[in-house]
């Protein structure tokens, strides 16, 4: 079982910006792609974006590309989603997930193995 751990989430007003952190693993973290997806009230949960292993391999949603930024330190067992110019329509609750690394980067949360418990990101307008 991996343990992931969400922090950094809150309440912004609407063209603020957020870091969201998630820590997994100390020893094993290099060893999962990272993703993370959201969750609004009465949707579907929601492909956010997801980093390799090695940080070699970026994918975004097409519709956040430009405002939110993926990134990770394997040395502190941590990813990093970095959002910026949030919009009322981020509101969310946001997770990270695990996937082990021999089976490749994806973008379907079905695929992803493990969960964290999540982050409530509210954005005022």
């Known amino acids: 079982q991996v343990q992931l751990v969400e922090s950094g989430g809150g309440l912004v007003q609407a063209g603020g910006s957020l870091r969201l952190s998630c820590a997994g693993p100390a020893r094993t973290f290099s060893n999962y792609h990272m993703g993370w997806f959201r969750r609004a009230p009465g949707r579907e949960r929601e492909f956010v974006g997801a980093i390799a292993s090695n940080a070699g391999s970026i994918y975004y949603a097409d519709s956040l590309k430009d405002r939110f930024t993926i990134s990770r330190d394997n040395a502190k067992n941590t990813v990093y989603l970095q959002m910026n110019n949030l919009k009322p329509e981020d509101t969310a609750l946001y997770y990270c997930?695990?996937?082990?690394?021999?089976?490749?980067?994806?973008?379907?949360?079905?695929?992803?193995?493990?969960w964290g418990q999540g982050t409530q990101v509210t954005v005022s307008s």
């Open positions: 997930a695990a996937r082990s690394y021999y089976r490749g980067l994806a973008k379907d949360s079905r695929l992803f193995d493990f």
